[in-house]
């Protein structure tokens, strides 16, 4: 077993900046804190994006804490290999079944209890909003980011790993996707954002696509913003809001409007 696998990013390791080697090692399991771990071969890539604004400033307050699990030193050999040829195969390199399971072992003893244990895949169920409130809505999360082909299947199978996708895309590595999936999510805890109440506003919240967002000057280059958001009645404004989110949602995402329908029509019943 390694020394030292995991680099633990949160309140008793901050110092002034939030680059990542100033966060490193020594950072006890904060009691009851969100926690989220994230196996990778790049933990140098964590907090990342994460680090920085709210997320960046919630994770220095101690309100969720980020281990990044360095794969490699669970590796094979004087050379830690993490990978092989694929079976039966084919191009590129697979994530070893048992490199990774040792490197999940590590993770779940540092887990909060009930925390989803997820490899972001884009064979995977499309990540959602809902997803991320029902994380945010949980005690953490465990991720694991695929590199290469990805991961042996067995691994998968062996720890009944859910698996999901950032969308219809194949990207290098999960690392990318696991940030998006964090911020999704850690944003959605209490106290992370400054005005709660815009997260119940946002596209998907309420299963529709946000209404268009204005701000000064008055008129840009011969742009006017919309009368009724400058007339100062809320109920005007909240009726053209919504319409504006129905009008966008029929016509960029059918797929959302129909469930918007369903849902709608089964409370009307
Ligand atoms: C090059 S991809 C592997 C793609 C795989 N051979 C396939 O065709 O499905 C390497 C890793 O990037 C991550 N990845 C790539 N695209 C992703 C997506 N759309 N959503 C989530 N993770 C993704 C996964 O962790 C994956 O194991």
Known sequence: MPDTPSRSHGRKSITASL???????GNPRLAGVWRAQVITLLPQAFPGVLGESLTGRAL????????????????????????????????????????????????????????????????????????????ADGPGVSLICGRFEGLDQRVIDHYGITEVSLGDFVLTGGEIAAQALLDATIRLRPGILGNEASTEEESFSAGLLEHPQYTRPAEWQGHAIPEVLLSGDHGKIGQWRRAQSEALTRARRPDLWQAHLAAKHGTDE
């Open 60 to 135: 220095k307050d101690g309100l969720w804490q980020l281990d990044a699990i360095d794969l490699r030193p669970f590796g094979e050999g004087k050379h830690r290999n993490v990978d092989d040829t694929p079976a039966g195969g084919g191009a590129g390199m697979v994530l070893r079944a048992d490199v990774m399971g040792r490197a999940i072992d590590h993770a779940l003893k540092l887990a909060p209890a009930g925390a989803p244990l997820i490899y972001l895949s884009p064979r995977g169920t499309p990540f959602t909003q809902a997803m991320a409130q029902k994380l």
């Open 19 to 25: 680059a990542p080697r100033s966060l490193i090692d």
